[in-house]
């Protein structure tokens, strides 16, 4: 007899730590949480861990064989930058392992008579501005427009995303009985900020790392121009959309892929808040034109509304109450006790 559970890929990632915690708040349904590292002894209490490869095929066949998952939070992925030091690396883990983890739900989904959720994280890496003027004048961008992605994970992004919508709707389309098909919902998150971890491989990460810098008494040399500017959000923002996606009843959701954002802060503002908290913070910048070119073809902001109209989301925090009362003081405690 199989045991439900609920599965986490990358879950020793920023997301997953978060995610993990949130969910083991609310449920006792056993979370099987995988990772290619060993997760944290925290983490290992409140999960079934498994460190592994989503890649192994003999992993994937195991947890068929063991459990019968309600939902699959497929997090594990290389990041933008690190993505394009090893593209071809990038293409295995974000696509092929998506596609790996879509037939197992494919199959459960099958053998439960009853759709597993695939929830997907996204990103605004979706996005792809040809040049700053247009950046300027479509702000606030919807889903279907830009889908021009210009890195590797944003191009591995976009095309899960299409896959995922495939496997939903289409999947063995021309089968004498049509299957019962996966229930794949995704989100297009901006750049997620934790006071708890800092994020690594990324191109968003010059906002985190600021910030955690500052709290360390650290110098930083910032990556992009003072002016160059994208949207955020808190992780507990993140994690509240991821669940209440999670949740959201299948009839009112219109589409698979929903942007969903929280406050857009240039550089240049995002280092002003810090020095407000940590004012003798040594903030430089030395831009990295390459990685600067990458953020600046990110839209300066997302447009929501489809989220918000469709399965009531709003976040919490807007960048004042996401320092004050979030960021600052766990990341004040982290590196005080450190
Ligand atoms: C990255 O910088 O690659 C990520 C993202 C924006 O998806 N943080």
């Not at 599965?7 to 056993?30: M, N, Y």
């Not at 919807?142 to 919508?165: F, H, I």
């Amino acid at each position: 007899m199989r045991k439900k559970a609920i599965l986490i890929t990358g879950a020793a990632g920023e997301i997953g730590q978060a995610l993990v915690r949130s969910i083991k708040e609310k449920s006792d349904i056993p979370v099987v949480a995988i990772d290619l590292s060993t997760l944290p002894d925290e983490m290992r209490m409140l999960t079934v861990p498994i460190q592994g490869n989503i890649l192994d095929e003999a992993l994937l066949k195991r947890l068929i064989s063991e459990f019968e998952f309600e939902s699959i939070f497929h997090l594990a992925a290389l990041l933008s930058t690190r993505s394009e030091f090893t593209p071809d690396e990038a293409h295995r883990v974000n696509v092929a392992g998506t596609l790996g983890l879509l037939n197992l739900a494919a199959e459960q989904s099958q053998w439960r008579g009853e759709p597993v959720k695939f929830i997907f994280p996204s990103s605004i890496a979706a996005y792809g501005m040809p040049d700053l003027e247009t950046k300027t004048a479509y702000a606030r961008v919807r889903e279907w427009e830009w889908n021009y992605p210009r890195t590797m994970y944003g191009c591995n992004k976009l095309y899960c995303e299409q896959l995922g919508t495939y496997y939903a709707h289409y999947y063995r389309q021309l089968a004498a009985e049509t299957p019962v098909m996966l229930d794949f919902r995704c989100l297009r998150f901006p750049g997620l900020i934790s006071a708890f971890t800092v994020p690594s491989g990324g191109t968003s990460d010059y906002g985190p790392e600021m910030l955690h810098a500052a709290a360390a008494g650290k110098p930083y040399a910032c990556f992009v121009r003072e002016d160059v500017r994208i949207p955020f959000m808190a992780m507990p923002d993140a994690i509240k959309a991821l669940l209440l996606l999670t949740e959201a009843p299948r009839s009112a959701l219109k589409r698979t892929v929903f942007n969903v954002t929280s406050f857009s802060l240039s550089a240049a503002e995002f280092h002003q808040i810090v020095l407000q908290h940590f004012p003798d913070a040594q903030i430089t910048y030395k831009p990295d034109l390459k990685r600067q070119a990458i953020v600046d073809s990110w839209p300066a902001d997302l447009d929501d509304s489809a989220a918000r109209r469709q399965w009531g989301w709003s976040p919490d925090y807007d960048a004042r109450r996401a320092f004050d009362e979030y960021l600052v003081p766990n990341i004040r405690e982290r590196y005080n006790h450190n």
